[in-house]
């Protein structure tokens, strides 16, 4: 591996810091209250307070959730915009894969 390749992620990462630290700047200022667990001002709130969905019922959930948010907030003509969009690049998804999969059986 070449050292500037290293380098090139260790630069990286500084920058999502650096990025991270502009646009928190209290995550920095008042770590304290960042750092709660025990309510919604701390940012690890979130973690601690996620849910009890069992695995197995969550994509249903997910998509149950989409559905009528997308619907609630957006209206059922974005709705369908979104379904058609689906579909289409489901389509193309697949007809990309069956283009490859004809290419390597001509080979």
Do not use: H
């Not at 709660?36 to 701390?42: M, V």
């Not at 996620?50 to 059922?76: C, H, Q, T, W």
């Amino acid at each position: 591996m070449d050292f500037s390749n290293i380098m090139s992620l260790l630069l990286a990462g500084v920058m999502a810091v650096i990025g991270f630290i502009v646009g928190t700047p209290y995550a920095v200022l008042d770590y304290s209250t960042f750092l709660r667990t025990d309510g919604p001002k701390g940012a690890l709130w979130q973690f601690t307070n996620v849910g009890s969905v069992e695995l197995a019922a969550r994509p249903l959930k997910f998509v149950n959730e989409m559905v009528y948010r997308i619907a609630d907030d957006l209206g059922y003509v974005i709705l369908g915009g979104f379904f058609l969009l689906f579909f289409i690049l489901l389509v193309k998804l697949v007809k990309e894969k069956n283009e490859i999969l004809l290419s390597y059986q001509v080979l």
